[in-house]
């Protein structure tokens, strides 16, 4: 399905905004050493809804920091309405989501290389299933 012109303009607008509040925020808790992106926000039709793929570095701690942002989105979505008040009449409901496309892109990389070779080794490779 297309989205439409005002989904992704609000969904520009969210991902900036989202983007400083959950830098502060990770200031704000003394995390250091963790980098964190929004890679990709997606507004329902009806603009109730919004999907917040957040892209987290390094990996090894990326679920249990989705996890706590999801615990916090009261505030989070209180502090981004503040910022977006004069272009939104009503701020959509934020879900996240971990983004781990960056690990998957260097698991066809390494594949590629040749440092793990799935022609050799049919183990690297998950089961297929039948559906």
């Known amino acids: 399905m297309v989205e439409s012109n005002r989904q ?10 989202l983007a400083k509040v959950l830098q502060n925020k990770l200031r704000e808790a003394g995390q250091s050493g963790i980098l964190i992106s929004v890679s990709k926000v997606s507004v329902t039709t009806d603009l109730s809804i919004a999907k917040v793929y957040v892209s987290i570095f390094p990996s090894e701690n990326a679920a249990e920091i989705t996890k706590e942002i999801n615990l916090i989105k ?9 910022l977006t008040k004069h272009q939104l009449r009503r701020m959509p409901e934020l879900t996240f989501y971990n983004d781990d496309s960056l ?13 793990e070779n799935p022609l ?6 998950p089961k297929r299933r039948r559906s």
């Open 8 to 17: 992704k303009k609000i969904a520009g607008v969210l991902q900036e905004d």
């Open 103 to 115: 690990d998957y892109i260097e698991k066809i990389e390494d594949a590629v290389k040749g440092e």
């Open 74 to 82: 009261p505030k989070i979505k209180h502090e981004v309405a503040q």
């Open 120 to 125: 050799t080794n049919p183990e690297l490779l």
